[in-house]
T-cell receptor
Framework: RKEVEQDPGPFNVPEGATVAFNCTYS??????FFWYRQDCRKEPKLLMS???SGNEDGRFTAQLNRASQYISLLIRDSKLSDSATYLC????????????FGPGTRLSVLP | DGGITQSPKYLFRKEGQNVTLSCEQN?????MYWYRQDPGQGLRLIYY???????QKGDIAEGYSVSREKKESFPLTVTSAQKNPTAFYLC??????????????FGSGTQLSVL
């Protein structure tokens, strides 16, 4: 079983749609969680950290369920500029910092 | 401005040749990382370093070597032993001490191709 798994995608949605991505992780000792966004052939950029209480940043909402070892990202009112690959990242901290990446879910927002 | 600088942006390697990818950061971060990304796939960890003069193998270290002589610099050498080096290479850094923010910051990447 992979350490971090994500919806395989791709997701093709119309502008204005709401889309949700799911991520599961295998190590129950994982400490912190993130969503990164990566455009084609560019570096990943931090979208948001994920907290146990859930957190929201504009049109983006992240949720964490430690009991189920599950993380989600919800994007409301999708824009063309949201088209990218979304990476779920878990910090295992088994030796200092150890960030493990999911394979990513590709989103295409269509006009 | 603080950040991570990778160079070159594009690199070509001949058969049997060693090449070195540069990574420099001025964020005063203790930890630095090298990842490899193949088309349509996620990032895989090659090497990481939590402190100067110390580094650890990641999941796919074979055929690669690193050094960490200075806090700011973490160069990656792709040796001739790496038989399939064509990929997008990303360098990253993060603070180590708790409470300083543990997010990863990335350089803009190096695309390595074999001639």
């Amino acid at each position: 079983r992979k350490e971090v798994e994500q919806d395989p995608g791709p997701f093709n949605v119309p502008e204005g749609a709401t889309v949700a991505f799911n991520c599961t992780y295998s190590n129950s000792a994982s400490q912190s969680f993130f969503w990164y966004r990566q455009d084609c052939r560019k570096e990943p950029k931090l979208l948001m950290s994920v907290y146990s209480s859930g957190n929201e940043d504009g049109r983006f909402t992240a949720q964490l369920n430690r009991a189920s070892q599950y993380i989600s990202l919800l994007i409301r009112d999708s824009k063309l500029s949201d088209s990218a690959t979304y990476l779920c990242v878990v910090n295992m901290r088994n030796y200092g910092q150890n960030f493990v990446f999911g394979p990513g879910t590709r989103l295409s927002v269509l006009p | 401005d603080g950040g991570i600088t990778q160079s070159p942006k594009y690199l070509f390697r001949k058969e049997g040749q060693n090449v070195t990818l540069s990574c420099e950061q001025n964020l005063n971060h203790d930890a630095m990382y090298w990842y490899r990304q193949d088309p349509g796939q996620g990032l895989r960890l090659i090497y990481y370093s939590q402190i100067v003069n110390d580094f650890q193998k990641g999941d796919i270290a074979e055929g690669y070597s690193v050094s960490r002589e200075k806090k700011e610099s973490f160069p990656l050498t792709v040796t001739s032993a790496q038989k399939n080096p064509t990929a997008f290479y990303l360098c990253a850094s993060s603070p180590v001490a708790a409470g300083l923010g543990e997010k990863l910051f990335f350089g803009s990447g190096t695309q390595l191709s074999v001639l």
